[in-house]
């Protein structure tokens, strides 16, 4: 399982840790904007991006706001309603068709008491998530679009299908100064 491979580049587990965990993984296809997530819904599932695209996104004063991409072996939690078990305001879509593997919460941390590696891994997948997150408020603060824009354009080649309206929402700027970014005028 390539998931396996990807889990032993961040840290390697014992062959029965393995086995337990393949036992919650199920594997979940999703057409081109599919929620995954729906806004007001608990989270109880920890998604890694297997190919394709999604989003954690967000409802303000009417507006579709993005806060988070994700891609090929990355982590899409909405970690907020994860960690309190509580209903968030935010929700997860599909952006391109995607394949993601579904862990179970809940099964995924009783599993922590009986294979503390499982829990170690999993605690480093959440550090390296955090770390993410704070990059992406820094960039906020400390960058301008311009920059952020072609931040985003070295992490992912799938920008050409991510739709404008998504990356400008993103970006925190209009479609208009995001057009005048991609001609080099912004």
């Known amino acids: 399982m390539e998931l ?3 889990f032993d580049s961040i840290y390697k587990i014992s062959s029965e840790a393995k086995k337990a965990l393949e036992r919650i993984i199920q594997e979940k296809s999703y057409a081109k904007n599919d929620i995954i ?15 394709g695209s999604a989003r954690i996104f967000y409802l303000k004063d009417g507006n579709d706001i993005t806060e988070h991409f994700a891609f090929a072996n990355d982590l899409i939690v909405r970690a907020e309603s994860l960690f309190t078990g509580k209903p968030t305001s935010k929700g997860i879509q599909a952006m391109d068709k995607t394949i993601m593997v579904a862990i179970d919460s809940e099964s995924l941390f009783k ?41 985003l354009l070295v992490e992912t080649d799938f920008i050409q299908k991510i739709p404008l309206k998504y990356i ?7 479609q208009v100064s995001l057009s005048r970014i991609r001609a080099g005028t912004g």
């Open 111 to 151: 599993m922590y008491d009986q294979y503390h590696d499982i829990e170690r891994l999993f605690r480093l997948i959440f550090e390296r998530e955090y770390v993410n997150t704070i990059k992406r408020l820094e960039s906020l603060q400390f960058k301008t679009a311009t920059e952020r824009y072609h931040d």
């Open 168 to 174: 400008a929402s993103y970006l925190g700027i209009t």
């Open 4 to 6: 396996l491979n990807f």
């Open 37 to 51: 997530q729906h806004i007001g819904s608990s989270c109880r599932t920890v998604y890694i991006v297997q190919s």
